[in-house]
Nanobody, 126 residues
């Protein structure tokens, strides 16, 4: 049973940076696909980045492309999301998520992810 715990959120001024972490625990953690998603008040949950841990590739959504990079630490079962040049539109609760079982390609739709963390709040002010 995998559990995900996000951390690293906070309040920053526009132009600032944050590094979000997602630590996985539990037995048999081997999810190939890890996703970062976010949800602002009154808005739908949207994708930020999708990581294929086995291939070590990342798909970054257009809303953060060029400002966000991801990385992974398989020794510690953790993935990270570095976000730079933040703006107020980035204000949201950020979640990491994982897929149970095997998939050939990592989906980009949050509905395809079954395991979710509790989220970490990112607030960007002018």
């Amino acid at each position: 049973h995998v559990q995900l715990v996000e951390s690293g959120g906070g309040s920053v001024q526009a132009g600032g940076s944050l590094r979000l972490s997602c630590a996985a625990s539990g037995s048999n953690y081997s999810s190939r696909c890890m996703g970062w998603f976010r949800q602002a008040p009154g808005k739908k949950r949207e994708g930020v980045a999708i990581m294929n841990r086995k291939l070590r590739t990342t798909y970054v959504f257009d809303t953060v492309k060029g400002r966000s990079t991801s990385s992974q630490d398989n020794t510690n079962n953790a993935v990270y999301l570095q976000m730079n040049n933040l703006n107020p539109e980035d204000t949201a609760m950020y979640y990491c998520a994982a897929i149970r079982g095997f998939v050939l390609r990592c989906p980009r739709n949050n509905n395809d992810y079954q395991v979710w963390g509790q989220g970490t709040q990112v607030t960007v002010s002018q």
